[in-house]
Structures are given as C-alpha cells and as structure tokens.
C-alpha cells in the first residue's frame, strides 16, 4: 500500500473507534499518534535500505517482533502509571495497522499477479524473503487485470474522504439554526 492509503487506514481506525463510541476524535492523543504509527514501519525500513544497511525494504519495522515488542512496552507503561498511555498505544496500534495492510496487499498481490505470496519480511530478524518464498496457485487467472493494490489505497482514500463530509455535513445540519415556518 501506498502513503495515503496507509495515512487512510490510520484515519479511518481512529475515526471509526471514535464514532462507534460517539465521541469526538481526539488530534493529539488519538489521530496523530495513529498517523505517524501508520507510516513509522516505512520511515524505519526505507531508510535503512537507503543507507545501504539492507538490500530489503521491510526488515526491522515490519517485523511482527517488533510490534510486540513496542505491544509490550506499552502495556508495562500503563501498568506502572496504573492508566493506559493512550499516545504510545495509538502509535503501536499504526504500526500494527500498517504491517496489517502490508500483509493483506501482499497476499492479494499473490494471487492476482506474482503467485508469490511475498510475506517472509514479517518474521524479520529469523527470515527475509531470499530465504522464504511460498508460491500460490493464481485463483483469479481470469482477472488478472482486475484491480491492483494501489486500487485499496486509493478506496481507503475515498473513504476517509467521505467519512469526513459526512461528518462536516452533519455538524452543519447540526448547528444550522432551525428556520421558522409562516404560521397560518
């Protein structure tokens, strides 16, 4: 996935936590934490390709590891300070979100075009995907051109695009002063 569909996927969790509780959505505590969670994995990783460090683009960021380390030291926080630290678990949850979205993306990108189902990068530090390569028998051979990954991001995009008009358009409604109708 891209940098708005993952920066979308953020958008749309946060959002969606906060509208399934009916509540407002908190931009420091909840949106930006999860935004910069939803792109730290590639901050982490294509820098680390881009100094030469590793011939992968997901290694140490993607890693399942890591997410449960990070998983781990947030809840060691939150049991010290007997509260949740809701900045820290709102990053990791971007994080998870991301490797989440990256896998999904992955698996479907396997079976519509490559046949390869190219995940090995998730159990970094113990496999890279020169070691580990599981092949799928393309299901949609049919339909090759079908839909490509880029596509998701572009409707986790639209989503979030929609999700905020509605949202504008029922705070106006909202606030609209109510008009008065001519008495007979």
Request: glycine residues 6%; aromatic residues 12%; charged residues 15%.
């Amino acid at each position: 996935m891209y940098i708005p569909g993952h920066l979308s996927v953020g958008f749309l969790a946060a959002a969606g936590k906060a509208l399934a509780q009916k509540r407002q959505l908190y931009l420091r505590d909840e949106l930006i934490p999860v935004l910069i969670g939803s792109l730290t994995p590639d901050i982490i990783d294509k820098s680390i390709k881009l100094v030469g460090l590793s011939p992968f683009g997901r290694t140490v960021g993607h890693s399942l590891l890591t997410l449960a380390l990070l998983t781990l030291i947030w809840q060691l926080l939150a049991r010290r300070r007997n509260k949740p630290h809701p900045i820290l678990g709102w990053w990791t949850f971007g994080i998870g979100l991301h490797i989440v979205t990256d896998f999904l993306n992955d698996i479907i990108d396997g079976f519509f075009y490559t046949s390869y189902l190219f995940s090995a990068w998730a159990t970094w530090p113990y496999f890279n995907p020169d070691m580990y390569q599981v092949r799928a028998i393309p299901l949609f051979e049919q339909c090759k051109k079908c839909t490509t990954p880029a596509e998701y991001g572009i409707i986790a995009v639209a989503l979030c695009v929609a999700l905020v008009l509605r949202h504008r358009t029922a705070r106006a409604t909202i606030h609209a002063p109510a008009t008065t109708s001519p008495q007979s």
